[in-house]
């Protein structure tokens, strides 16, 4: 007997925002499962951070449907939901030790001072404070002012915590840190997460899935890998790392598999693409998919792939050293005047000398490209 699948902690529904003439949501609908973690991303004033609040009943919506664990908590007051949170500005009382910001939440709920002494040394022994329990927020670094903040919000064990850009304020080396450590605690509770940032970076290794988010509409829901591998629209596949374009027009001659693409001068199979004859489309790839060599036939992969396809002449017009490889800039007549570029391990370049001014080989593998309408 198979079994049935379990019903999402959170769904959002039609939630649409408005302020006054401007629509900062439209239509927004997805699902959340019981323990995950969900990164919000998208760039300034895509509505990440309404979508938020509107789910801790902070900026009630328009309207559209709100349901956590079973509940509708659409018209709730904040008071009323099941929810901890933590801002970016990180919101601790300055009066107050951290002792007395954690405990916060647990006078409020009437817990007694027997249980609340318990509970906020077990919190300050999770966030890895426990000799700091006298200190006030000025007397804090930005991470720990950021833990206690954390403490805080899990104090009275909220099955939902909401995270606004949390990492936000800090410098890289603790942000790195920290994001390891939130993981890592969320994954210990197994509360179920919703952080909004504007990191890439901090979504694609924090969370189990990630909502993209563009002028208050969603682009696309999928996990880190889903979301670069495989980006749905052009906008996700220009947002989310490095990207090169190359404009063209589909071809009426089919190829093995996908599509067969012209640009400028060179045809190129493509596997992920419509049959759509005369279509103007950008074909995209990834830097790191793009296989260069100094003589051809020699093309360096570490994948099986069809090298023997999709071959041009380029030069190479520039390269730029970004530590862990090298990121050349590479043009082609036979691609007409678009630059693309290319990024090649240091081992590479030494060993097939790779330098500005050269003469390569390049293939762009058809399994590597995806085609958009332009």
């Given at each position: 007997m198979s079994e049935q699948p379990t019903a999402p902690y959170l769904r959002i529904r039609s939630l649409t925002k408005k302020f006054g003439h401007f629509t900062a949501l439209s239509g927004v609908e997805f699902d959340v499962n019981e323990g995950e973690f969900v990164c919000f991303l998208g760039p300034s004033g895509c509505g990440k951070t309404t979508l938020l609040r509107a789910i801790a009943g902070l900026d009630v919506q328009t309207h559209g449907q709100i349901e956590q664990a079973g509940r509708d908590i659409s018209a709730l007051p904040p008071s009323e939901r099941d929810f901890g949170i933590v801002f970016q500005s990180y919101a601790l009382f300055p009066n107050l030790t951290v002792t007395k910001n954690i405990a916060y939440?647990?006078?409020?709920?009437?817990?007694?001072?027997?249980?609340?002494?318990?509970?906020?040394?077990?919190?300050l022994e999770l966030v890895g404070m426990p000799d700091q329990s006298d200190k006030h927020p000025s007397q804090l670094s930005g991470g720990q002012q950021q833990r206690v903040a954390l403490a805080r919000a899990i104090a009275i064990s909220p099955n939902l915590l909401l995270l606004d850009e949390p990492l936000s304020a800090l410098d890289a080396k603790v942000r790195v840190k920290l994001r390891h450590e939130i993981k890592d605690l969320q994954a210990q509770l197994g509360v179920t997460t919703i952080m909004v940032t504007h990191d890439q970076e901090e979504a694609l290794t924090m969370a189990d899935r990630i909502v993209i988010l563009n002028n208050g509409v969603i682009e696309q829901v999928g996990t880190p890998e889903e979301i670069y591998h495989v980006p749905a629209t052009q906008f996700v596949a220009d947002f989310i790392g490095t990207m090169n374009f190359l404009p063209g027009n589909t071809l009426?001659?089919?190829?093995?598999?996908?599509v067969r693409v012209k640009i400028g001068d060179t045809e190129l199979d493509c596997d992920h693409g419509e049959q759509l004859p005369g279509k103007q489309v950008l074909a995209s790839i990834r830097p790191e998919d793009i296989l260069v060599s100094s003589s051809q036939g020699h093309l360096a992969t570490d994948a099986d792939t069809n090298i023997d396809k999709n071959i041009i002449e380029a030069t190479v017009e520039g390269v730029e050293f970004l530590g862990a490889f090298v990121r050349a800039t590479l043009w082609s007549p036979q691609l007409g005047p678009v630059r693309f570029v290319a990024d090649l391990s240091a081992n590479l370049m030494r060993a097939e000398k790779i330098s500005t001014g050269m003469k390569v080989s390049v293939s762009f593998p058809p399994q590597s490209i995806r085609v958009y309408a332009a």
């Open positions: 939440g647990l006078e409020n709920a009437k817990y007694t001072r027997t249980e609340i002494r318990t509970r906020v040394t077990e919190l009426g001659i089919p190829s093995t598999e996908g």
